[in-house]
């Protein structure tokens, strides 16, 4: 039998993290909820963005019958999360927050303030697993592949997994919904929460522009016609085909335009009518940021394995190969659309996320 622990849950007010504490109280285990504050600002209408999932977290863990702790991790999730965020927008790129917030804020902020109230672990309600093998750590996907979270923590280290506990990870969704409905967590129907956290219910565009001077310009075709104006480049992402605002354009028919190019120096958006457009196509990509779980990549190398270059993507045949430090390249079977620079590139061996790095460039 498993020794029973002190375990810190990370309360999201979501339905996940709400059976994740059920379950490990369940089993027996010293179970405390901490609700962390990671955004400060307040929405269009003057309400704190996290107030409602607060109180939903309340009811919980009264309903449970566990405390529930709240720590203010603002600060840290501006400094290493956010600052970064903003970096890679005015750079022209298209960040992932959630990812470093996982490894900064979630498994690293957040951890070590549960560990100096005494926490042996940590639980999350990630759809994730974790498994010890005689070298280390492993991080497994979820058992609900269309629910799978590995992707968003695939910058843990062994440090980190070693502290964590995913107790949703085993179940299917529809699983975990029923045993929150069957214990009368008053979360047991809320919907998932999308998007990125700190901008809530506003428009992306309204919010980005509080923090980066809008630089409108030309959008050109690939021949350099001017068909438009954009609002300010980091706006945009390749393969992007809602909210461009081209409209009849003479003699180019009415089949919707796409992002294909940008052009940071010239402040350009260039777009073509064509979904599969060859500029919006690589073969291959380069990260410099490239981070093994296992704490060094597989060997011999080069090696073959999965790729994914954006969540819920089947895993894409690939080689990655002149490994040097952080450094790597990683080649596809087949082409892949829409290679985002400044996203995160994910490697799997079957259901093992070996790690992830950012995608500095693609060809």
Known sequence: MTALKHIIVGMSG?????????????Q???????????????????????QADVEDAMQVCERIGIPLNTVDLSADYRDNVFRHF????????????????????????????????????????HYARITKSETGYILRKGVDAGKDQSYFL????????????????????SRVRKIAGE????????????????IGEQPFREFLSRYIQPEPGDIITTEGNVIGRHMGVYFYT???????????????????WYVIAKDIQGNTL????????????????????????????????????????????PDQSCTVENIEAD???????????????????????????LGGGIIDQCR
């Open 86 to 125: 903003l970096e890679e927008y005015k750079n022209g790129r298209t960040p992932n927050p959630d990812i470093l917030c996982n490894q900064e804020i979630k498994f690293r902020a957040f951890a070590d303030h549960a560990v100096a109230m005494g926490a042996d672990v940590i639980a999350t309600g």
């Open 28 to 50: 027996g285990h010293r179970v405390e909820g901490l609700f962390m504050k990671n955004w400060n600002d307040r929405d269009p209408e003057g309400q704190c963005l996290w």
């Open 154 to 173: 695939c910058r843990l280290n062994q440090s980190q997994l070693a502290r964590a506990l995913f107790p949703v990870g085993e179940l299917e969704k």
């Open 238 to 256: 390749y393969g992007q085909r809602q909210g461009l605002g081209i409209g009849g354009v003479q003699g180019a028919g009415d089949a919707p």
């Open 327 to 353: 450094v790597c390249t990683i080649r596809f079977a087949n082409s892949q659309r829409a290679v985002t620079p400044g996203q995160f590139v994910v490697l799997y061996e079957g259901d093992i996320c």
């Open 183 to 198: 214990a009368g967590l008053v979360t047991h129907d809320k919907k998932d929460s999308t998007g990125i956290c700190f």
């Open 270 to 313: 260039t777009v073509a009518q064509n979904h599969d457009h060859p500029w919006l196509h690589s073969h291959s990509l380069q990260t410099s940021t490239m981070h093994w779980i296992g704490g060094e990549p597989p060997a011999p190398t080069p090696f073959d394995c999965g790729a994914k270059v954006r969540y819920r993507q």
């Open 14 to 26: 979501g339905v996940d993290s709400s059976v994740a504490a059920w379950l490990l109280k369940q």
